[in-house]
C-alpha cells in the first residue's frame, strides 16, 4: 500500500483548516440580527420606608 509524502498531508491539514474556518465565518455572518424593540410598559418603581 503506497504511503502519502508528508506535503500532501499538509495539503490536506490547509485545505480543511481553510474550509472549516469558511465554515465557521459564514455561519458568523450569516445570521441577521433582530431588532430589540422596547416594552411599552414602564417598571413601577415602589419604595417602602423602614421603620427600625
Known amino acids: 500500500m503506497p504511503q502519502?509524502?508528508?506535503?500532501?498531508?499538509?495539503?490536506?491539514?490547509?485545505?480543511?483548516s481553510i474550509?472549516?474556518?469558511v465554515f465557521l465565518i459564514l455561519?458568523?455572518?450569516?445570521k441577521v440580527p433582530s431588532?430589540?424593540?422596547k416594552s411599552p410598559t414602564?417598571?413601577?418603581k415602589q419604595e417602602m420606608?423602614?421603620?427600625?
Do not use: V
Open 49 to 52: 420606608n423602614w421603620k427600625w
Open 4 to 16: 502519502m509524502a508528508p506535503l500532501l498531508w499538509l495539503n490536506l491539514f490547509i485545505m480543511f
Open 27 to 30: 455561519n458568523y455572518f450569516i
Open 42 to 44: 414602564s417598571i413601577s
Open 35 to 37: 431588532k430589540i424593540s
Open 19 to 21: 474550509t472549516f474556518m
